[in-house]
């Protein structure tokens, strides 16, 4: 039996999460339907990651002009063929609402299968696939930039031991087992040894970026701004807060585990009293990432004031805890004397920043190339903390495994330069922590 071709039918959300995506499908045809196009256009005026792509499609687009009828199909070098489809929809045939611009979509993949084609419609949507599979086209997500969250890195490994061995060379100890376990190191990877008796007493240790040897954590006692870590996981996220040589920091979990807390206590500590960078920059996307503050009274200030309420939250707290009270610092002073920046990430593209100490927060609602777009902007000196839950992601087109801030974590885990820790334990309250368990 002859092997029908195959036919990709790529939805608008695919290309504005990947500029590549059109070259993504080497075994088949790439079916780009003429109202995509449409859509395209009407992102390309906007200064932020989606107009970028919009812009660069269409510049790619024209530049096939000169290979081929992109009608008829024009060859990418990849294997594949890229066609626009100019034919006439008629969305009502199959019960679809011919106003959207995704049923047009659908009716295309729809139509194309019916002349025995093997077709497959690509889409960031879950509602338009779920509908793809109602009417009988093939559907699935854009597999790209994919991360299995199930075997999503922890950034530590923990090592159940026996108290004599917790208090004799622990770490060579550790290191015995792991290699008998046939685990993989990391550079700034994290080893948990508990004992396997009582959970409360144990040791971290930290992989030397270099060397691979483990090397001993301290317990910040003190606290740092205040602040005191409460679980093991949160010393392992300290001790990559407060490194310099660590220029990108990933924080992963869910509400209350502290993630906004520990960089906001650490990015004060080394602007304010370690001097090691110019100002603390703190930024939230605003979801999705390229929609403007102008729909909210005020100006920029008043509408950053709004959006940015969490983080106001958590610098009062710190701010008003009583050794820093006694500092003289307040918000307003932070602010105005530009110590401290807050921004939404609509205005960092296309910045350079030196010497800073640069918070994401929410970074679970970014794609990974909106990720890849501000880290690019690191100048010399500064440092990058990503902060999020993907369990809590406001982006329709993102999931837990399709999110930047895993991606990042994921693709980095192998760079000296990133350290990365997954936060299990809520401590903002019992209330909670029980509501993150049970609800």
Not at 10 to 23: C, K, Q
Not at 138 to 148: G, L, S
Not at 312 to 317: F, G, S
Not at 362 to 388: C, D, F, H, W, Y
Request: net charge negative; proline share 5%; hydrophobic share 40%.
């Amino acid at each position: 039996m002859e092997e029908r071709p195959k036919v990709y039918v790529i939805d608008t959300n695919v290309i504005l999460h990947s500029a590549d995506a059109l070259e993504s499908f080497p075994d088949g045809k790439v079916v780009l339907p003429l109202i995509v196009l449409e859509e395209l256009d009407k992102f390309k005026r906007f200064n932020d990651e989606k107009g970028r792509i919009a812009r660069r499609v269409a510049h790619f687009l024209d530049d096939l002009r000169s290979k081929g009828s992109l009608s008829e199909g024009v060859a990418l070098d990849n294997g594949s063929v890229l066609q626009v489809f100019t034919g006439k929809t008629k969305p009502e045939e199959i019960d679809l609402t011919p106003a959207k611009a995704d049923n047009h979509i659908l009716y295309i993949a729809w139509h194309l299968s019916q002349d025995g084609a093997d077709v497959c419609f690509v889409s960031k949507d879950i509602n338009a696939r779920v509908k793809a599979d109602a009417i009988g086209v093939k559907a699935r997500d854009f597999e790209r930039h994919k991360v299995n969250f199930d075997e999503f890195y922890a950034g530590y490994t923990e090592v159940p031991m026996k108290i004599l061995e917790l208090e004799h060379r622990p770490a060579e100890r550790a290191e015995e087992l792991l290699e008998e376990a046939g685990a993989e190191k990391y550079p700034n990877e994290f080893v948990l040894a508990v004992d396997e008796r009582n959970g409360t007493h144990y040791k971290i240790f930290r992989r030397d970026p270099g060397t691979l040897e483990l090397r001993p954590v301290i317990v910040p006692t003190d606290g740092v701004y205040g602040i005191k870590p409460r679980n093991p996981q949160q010393v392992m996220a300290f001790d990559l807060l407060l490194d310099r040589s660590v220029s990108l920091v990933t924080l992963v979990g869910m509400a209350g585990t502290g993630k906004t807390l520990l960089a906001l206590a650490a990015g004060l500590k080394n602007v304010l009293a370690g001097g090691l960078y110019d100002r603390l920059v703190v930024a939230r996307p605003i979801v999705p990432m390229g929609k403007d503050l102008g729909y909210l009274p005020g100006s920029k200030e008043d509408k950053l004031e709004a959006w940015m309420s969490p983080i106001y939250d958590n610098m009062d707290y710190i701010l008003n805890l009583r050794g820093n009270r006694k500092r003289g610092y307040s918000l307003d002073k932070l602010i105005e004397e530009d110590v401290l920046q807050l921004e939404a990430l609509t205005y960092i593209r296309g910045r350079s920043i030196p010497k800073q100490y640069v918070i994401v927060d929410e970074a679970q609602n970014l794609t990974p190339l909106e990720v890849k777009t501000i880290i690019s902007r690191a100048g010399e000196g500064t440092k990058v903390v990503l902060t999020g839950d993907p369990y809590q992601i406001d982006n329709p087109y993102l999931d837990a495994s399709s999110n930047g801030l895993v991606y990042t974590a994921d693709r980095m885990r192998n760079q000296k330069l990133h350290g990365h820790v997954m936060l299990k334990r809520s401590e903002r309250s019992k209330l909670a922590a029980l509501a993150a368990e049970v609800l």
